[in-house]
């Protein structure tokens, strides 16, 4: 199996699986115990909060609060911004924002929220004076995200950070999750407030998230009972995953991968443009401005889920913005706010490389592609449909 | 299974040869796209069949399964499968009742493609109303008047007429309306 779907989840590293395994096994204790097991327990704990300020350069340790996952980060960040600013009805966000951010703003608006969706250009970048202007004396928040998870593009934080500060009183919260492990963080030197990321992004386990909290800011407890999490999210800590996602922002922040696996993105993406027919990239051209490991591309007039399919049978794991279940039948959020035109939106395609991908993985997929994209544009109808102009009916 | 199969080996892929008859269905939603080709016999056969599609698996799946099923058949026993989708998903096991629909419709819009023009250049003694069945205006006012009949479904009921691609639905309700006298 090639595995060219990091966004999405990326694999345990062995490092990471060999540092939780103990605590899986006889290191076992609560870490709100008084004995000596417990303590050791808590140890462990108190060393994965250093590791993950480390790796997204909080300013101090408390500043980090472990949740379940990215999404419960994010939920709590927003509500938390917003329960301390009863009188402030205004939230700020993209069109392009992950569901949890993009749903729960939905769902605000029917609970009495004016939100305003910031649009992107034809790359997926913001327009800063748009931001500027959407900014109110009753702008609670502002969310954002640092990259985007489909098509890897880099929402510049610090700028915005700073326009929030000058312009409003708002908090600024971002949903660093497809980010964290991929690039340089800073928090400390940046206008963040808040700042949600998830471990299973960066090889650490699926259930482990963190939410960064500004010194200085208080949110009300997102789950109340025990004391754990300083008071603000109780329930028992789940000591393995948090100490696996310590080990993996160690491994993030030590590793020298990311140039290996910019240079296999790189690879893949240059071949694809270069040798396929109707092959477009979704999102900057300029590589400093997306992730190092995220190419989306468009094969137009061919459909990204039936791609999907073939490279699946193929053994090579990738996805598409443009899902068709039998509930949900729409092509992206991000690429119709970015304009990309729905023949070529349907035929997208996100490959996302991660630190086990190789040299060779890369090759092989380059010489299934082609002819998998060659036979669904035989059988596609739409570019002879669109040259003649003529009208379909419709479903 | 058979999903599967005609997804990744979808029979009849293409244009039938001229002179074709071409239905189409998009969705604009997802942004599907089907095509579907037919060539008629003398005898109202169908004697080829093609599809040409840019959509998910169902949608390809659906589309090569019809092909495969209506080739041969004439138009009426064609348009009579265009007509049942949710056969068609059940005979898949899919629950993507949307896709397999889509497939259908522009199955059914090549038929109806056929029909407008073997209406056209039907020569006979009388006019031809319902192709599939092929079912003459005097026939469809004989009814109407001998039965009393009110509705397009009553008319398809008695004698058939409309009962396949449904080309001529407008055609007897207008012929109902020239009917429709004072009794």
């Known amino acids: 199996m090639i595995y060219l779907d990091n966004n999405a989840t990326t694999r345990v590293a062995p490092e990471v699986l060999d540092t939780m395994h103990p605590?899986?096994?006889?290191?076992?204790?609560?870490?709100?115990?008084?004995?000596?097991?417990?303590?050791?327990?808590?140890?462990?704990?108190?060393?994965?909060?250093?590791?993950?300020?480390?790796?997204?350069?909080?300013?101090?340790?408390?500043?980090?609060?472990?949740?379940?996952?990215?999404?419960?980060?994010?939920?709590?960040a927003i509500r938390g911004v917003l329960a301390t600013r009863p009188d402030n009805k205004h939230i700020v966000t993209t069109l392009v924002e992950h569901e949890a951010v993009r749903n729960l703003c939905r769902l605000l608006e029917n609970e009495g929220y004016e939100v305003t969706w910031l649009g992107v250009d034809h790359n997926g970048e913001l327009n800063l004076d748009e931001l500027r202007a959407a900014l109110r004396p009753d702008t609670a928040l502002v969310s954002t995200m640092l990259a985007n998870n489909e098509t890897g593009v880099l929402f510049p934080i610090e700028e915005i950070g700073r326009i929030v500060r000058e312009a409003s009183e708002a908090l600024f919260h971002v949903d660093g999750v497809q980010a964290v492990g991929k690039i340089p963080i800073d928090l400390k030197s940046t206008a963040v407030d808040l700042f949600a990321l998830s471990g299973h992004k960066l090889h650490a386990p699926q259930g482990i998230g963190a939410l960064y909290i500004r010194n200085g800011i208080s949110l009300p407890s997102w789950i109340i009972g025990g004391g754990q999490e300083q008071g603000r999210r109780a329930g028992t800590s789940a000591v393995p995953n948090i100490v696996g996602l310590g080990a993996a922002c160690k491994l993030a922040l030590v590793d020298d991968g990311h140039a290996r696996i910019e240079t296999l993105r790189n690879r893949l993406e240059d071949e694809i443009l270069k040798s396929i027919p109707n092959a477009r990239l979704n999102g900057a051209a300029d590589r400093s401005k997306r992730l190092p490991n995220t190419s989306n591309i468009s094969f137009a007039y061919v459909d990204g889920q039936n791609i999907l399919m073939h490279l699946d049978h193929a053994g090579i794991c990738v996805s598409t913005g443009s899902a068709c279940h039998s509930t949900t039948h729409e092509s992206s959020p991000t690429l119709r706010a970015m304009n990309v035109p729905y023949p070529v939106a349907q035929g997208s395609i996100r490959f996302s490389v991660g630190r086990f991908n190789t040299e060779a993985e890369i090759e092989t997929t380059l010489s299934v592609l082609p002819e998998i994209i060659a036979k669904l544009a035989a059988m596609s109808p739409y570019q002879e449909e669109l040259m003649s102009g003529r009208a379909v009916s419709q479903n | 299974?058979?999903?599967?199969?005609?997804?990744?080996?979808?029979?009849?892929?293409?244009?039938?040869?001229?002179?074709?008859?071409?239905?189409?269905?998009?969705?604009?939603?997802?942004?599907?796209?089907?095509?579907?080709?037919?060539?008629?016999?003398e005898g109202h056969s169908i004697s080829q069949a093609k599809f040409r599609a840019a959509g998910c698996d169902v949608l390809v799946a659906a589309a090569?399964?019809?092909?495969?099923?209506?080739?041969g058949m004439n138009t009426a026993e064609a348009a009579a499968i265009g007509q049942e989708p949710a056969v068609l998903s059940e005979q898949m096991g899919t629950e993507n009742a949307r896709c397999v629909e889509l497939a259908c419709n522009a199955l059914l819009d090549a038929i109806r493609e056929y029909s407008n023009t073997a209406r056209e250049d039907w020569v006979g003694d009388e006019v031809l109303i319902c192709t599939c069945f092929f079912v003459s205006e005097r026939t469809i006012e004989r009814e109407i008047q001998t039965r009393g009949l009110t509705s397009v479904a009553e008319v398809t009921r008695v004698c058939n007429a409309g009962g396949g691609c449904g080309s001529c639905h407008q055609l007897i309700q207008e012929i109902l309306e020239a009917n429709d006298l004072p009794r």
């Not at chain 1, 590791?51 to 980060?73: H, P, R, Y």
């Not at chain 2, 999903?3 to 071409?22: I, K, M, Q, W, Y």
């Not at chain 2, 019809?66 to 080739?71: D, G, M, R």
Request: contains cysteine; charged residues 20%; negative net charge.
């Open chain 1, 23 to 76: 605590y899986l096994g006889q290191l076992f204790g609560n870490p709100s115990s008084a004995h000596a097991l417990g303590r050791e327990m808590k140890r462990a704990v108190d060393q994965s909060r250093e590791q993950v300020g480390s790796l997204i350069g909080a300013a101090d340790v408390s500043e980090v609060v472990f949740t379940s996952c990215g999404s419960e980060s994010d939920n709590w």
């Open chain 2, 1 to 41: 299974m058979q999903l599967c199969d005609h997804f990744f080996n979808p029979r009849n892929v293409g244009d039938a040869d001229e002179p074709s008859f071409t239905g189409r269905s998009a969705s604009l939603s997802c942004g599907a796209l089907i095509r579907f080709s037919i060539q008629v016999d």
């Open chain 2, 64 to 71: 090569s399964m019809l092909t495969a099923q209506v080739e």
